[in-house]
């Protein structure tokens, strides 16, 4: 017998019922819960479209708050948190949409591949092995996508789950002939000989595999455990196979034009690392580069396997230039790449990693890593200040990256700040002077002077961070929150490496909400109002109490409504406007605040509708905008709340009397280009509540859920508790939709209406000021990061307020382009203007320790796009000549100084300029200067 495709079991041979959408849910979530409990490498996952998830996940009624499986896309919460009363059961499981050619193909094993770029939560989720073969069980379809977990990291060790593995493309040398090889990144070198040998069917003594990066030979590969990701492997790369005799099955290869080479073995072991000397670069520097390293060391290892095919350590052609190399983008690697070009223009970083650091090199830090990235990190410095115009593969820094932080492991895009971030903190850590940090106890500030403070607390800093990254990228600043309730002042000093400013963006955005009478005094109306399209919900909240005239004793609450039901409430004054989209629609009701008691009632609204789905169990659906009104009663009865639902309801009773003044489209116009006192408004909320109180409510009135499934009848003598929320839902008839205009519930406008353009507002640009004047301005703490007040003893939401104290040598600005609401990521492209000479920071700074403040742009990086598929590039000005370039991946070009200001600039790289004196000091140290 053949099990349908609807989702039918077979239980010994007999066909049977499908589980409900309940014991499915339960099902799910027990398989889900004993997964995470039992996590190791090598779990099976499987990879669900996302498309067809959410329609199961809406089936068995998940909410978007239980994140069953794991991330869930901005465009989840709908269909997941605000389902109608009962959805359809999903068909068979669909992948076609994330796979190649998935409306073609056959879904033949070994060959379906996962479209590229493909993001978890918003295309596709994970599932654990059980829940897969639970879901098939019930719904068949497919195809299916296994992947394996893999534990990744060095000190910070993670479960991730590999759903790209890594793609090689095996060209064989006898017959050149190509192949495409499938394995994790954590597979060893043995498996790759293994399934290179068993592919070509060639013995594995007379295999011969090179690591053929771009048709060119880099290192030959030998057996061993060592992983293909350890080796470099790069995803799509090429490798090649040779077949050799056994006399040739030695530890040395042949390059590219067929000259015996001397491989160096690239096991771990320990030894001294020196740095010095080496080939002098095009503008006098030497690249700093002589090793004493016995062949097997670990450092060893980190210089040796840095062999991208560069020529790194030749001197450069006479006549040209150093750093002028482009990075190779290894597959959506730009965001690394605009990030290292900048710092590799550094002036003090290429100072610094051109002589000789080795003594600094920290490899017992824990908080570092055994100094291999600062390693990784300065041989790309050189290669960069040695290689002319020859494009560098940074394959070896990419591999230390994804070792030491997973995060930016694969091949998706990511955040060049972040990058950043890491970069800098990393550096520092492998290059930390202090090789046993001091336990120091922080003292409070205790009104003593700031000067004080500032000096103890970086003096505390210093004793635990000594390296070349605190000497030129750190500066201080005096952080002084305030606690609300008990007026505590705490006072801190603490250092930073950048500083993120927010963009305070002059773009307004025009936004529609529909005003209800939360009391029954007046029909309901929307409102079109101006507001910062980067602002708050206090901002839509004032801007809609002046439009609709809102009365010093009144107040408004705003809430969205999703089919038919209130989905969420936006009570949070500082919830970011951009977590509304223009197509929601959001409602606020006005109430007296004397009049807003304890108890609040939330009133639904039903209509008798033909089932047009087999699986719909009622005959009756939601319909309109919920209306939400308060008892005032201590204790309210079911009569109290009859009382309450007949006038709110009155103003929406057709009466022959009633006179609609600016009615349009079922709504009464906006108001905005009429007074609030105005005679005729007046008469219609006057006309409209004669006479309707005394009318007997004629609707069923039911209690229900907060879900609405489940009801019962409303009895008068009932009393209900006072401070709880209560839900009825009202049963409209055809008579009932006869004596009142529910129109008015049905036809509520979205937020903002596509193709109803509102006038556009100018584009204007931001001055870099003004964004460090907004990072500077006193602001509540968030919700979910409150401080706790030692006074109070209670965690508060304390008034926070940031100053700069001390500058340092480099200073990086971030600008915050990127906007993470609740549901929604979003990218500002506003233009900032920033100087590019003569920045001067001094009225910023609160101590005054005579240092210069003033400032030079020397690096940019840029970010293009949006957030799913945007491009970085870099502007770097060279250190020995006054032009700036483009730095674009591999492509490096001149620009003009006047149009490197552009709307993508992301981050902004400042050096201080020098006094006259600190120059001849300078000079008179080195011989020379670089900054």
Known sequence: MTIPDSGFMMENGVSCLPCTPQEEKKIVTDLRNESERNLKEGNLYFVISSRWFRRWERYVGIEADENLIGNQSSDTRHRNGASSLVAERPSPIDNSDIVENGSDCDFKENEIQLRRMLMEGQDYVLVPQRVWEKLHEWYKGGPALPRKMILQGVYHRKFDVEVYPLCLKLIDSRDESQSILWLSRKASVTELFQKVCALRGIEQDKARIWDYFNKRKHAQLFVSSKSVEESNLQMDQDILLEQVDGHHSSRFGMDSTGNELALVSLEPSRSPLTIAGGPTLSNGHSSGYRSSLSPGSSLSSALTDIDDGSDAYNSVRKGEKGGLAGLQNLGNTCFMNSALQCLVHTPPLVEYFLKDYSDEINTENPLGMHGELALAFGELLRKSWSSGR???????????????????????????????????????????????????????????????????????????????????????????????????????????????????????????????????????????????????????????????????????????????????????????????????????????????????????????????????????????????????????????????????????????????????????????????????????????????????????????????????????????????????????????????????????????????????????????????????????????????????????????????????????????????????????????????????????????????????????????????????TAYAKLIDENRWYHFDDSHVSPVNESDIKTSAAYLLFYKRVKTESQVEAGEASHGHSIS
């Open 390 to 872: 020859t494009a560098i593969a940074p394959r070896a820094f990419k591999g230390k990256l994804a070792r030491f932080a997973p995060q930016f492991s694969g091949y998706n895009q990511h955040d060049s700040q972040e990058l950043l971030a890491f970069l800098l903190d990393g550096l520092h850590e492998d290059l930390n002077r202090v090789k046993q940090k001091p336990y120091i106890e922080m003292k409070d500030s205790d009104a003593r002077p700031d000067e004080e403070v500032a000096s103890e607390c970086w003096k505390n800093h210093k004793a635990r961070n000594d390296s070349v990254i605190v000497d030129i990228c750190q500066g201080q600043y005096k952080s002084t929150l305030v606690c609300p309730v008990c007026s505590k002042i705490s006072i801190t000093f603490d250092p930073f490496m950048y500083l993120s400013l927010p963009l305070p963006s002059t773009i307004t955005r025009t936004m529609t909400v529909t005003v209800f009478s939360g009391d029954g005094s007046g029909l309901p109306m929307p409102f079109t109002v101006s507001v910062l399209k980067n602002g708050f919900c206090k901002d839509l909240l004032l801007a809609l109490g002046t439009a609709c005239c809102l009365k010093s004793d009144e107040s408004l609450v705003l809430a969205e409504v999703y089919e038919n039901k209130i989905y969420r409430y936006l009570e949070i004054p500082l919830e970011p406007l951009i977590s509304i989209k223009d197509d929601e629609h959001i409602v606020a009701f006005r109430f007296q605040k004397k009049r807003m008691g304890k108890t609040k009632l939330v009133i639904f609204h039903r209509w008798q509708e033909k089932s047009t789905s087999d699986y719909l169990k009622s005959g009756t659906k939601l319909f309109g905008t919920p209306l939400i009104t308060y008892l005032e009663e201590e204790q309210p009865s079911g009569a109290d709340i009859e009382t309450t639902v007949t006038k709110v309801l009155s103003p929406f009773e057709r009466m022959s009397a009633k006179v609609h003044i600016g009615k349009e489209n079922g709504f009464l116009s906006d108001g905005l280009d009429e007074q609030c006192g105005s005679s005729d408004a007046q008469l219609v909320e006057n006309t409209e509540l004669e006479g309707t109180l005394s009318t007997d409510l004629s609707l069923v009135l039911l209690l229900t859920d907060d879900r609405v499934m489940k009801f019962k009848a409303l009895r008068k003598d009932t009393l209900f508790e006072s401070g709880k929320i209560l839900r009825v839902v009202l049963d409209w008839t055809n008579k009932e939709r006869e004596l009142y205009d529910v129109s008015y519930l049905k036809d509520i406008p979205e937020v903002h209406k596509a193709g109803f353009a509102a006038k556009k507002t100018r584009q204007e640009a931001i001055s870099l000021s003004s964004c460090l004047d907004a990072f500077l301005m006193e602001e509540p703490l968030g919700p979910d990061d409150m401080w706790y007040c030692p006074r109070c003893k209670e965690h508060r939401q304390a008034i926070k307020k940031l100053d700069l104290w001390m500058l340092p040598e480099i200073i990086v600005f971030h600008l915050k382009r990127f906007t993470y609401g609740r549901y929604l990521k979003n990218k500002i492209d506003t233009f900032v203007n920033f100087p590019i000479h003569n920045l001067d920071l001094s009225k910023y700074v609160m101590n005054k320790d005579g240092q210069s403040y003033v400032y030079e742009l020397y690096a940019i990086s840029n970010h293009y796009g949006g957030l799913g598929g945007g491009h970085y």
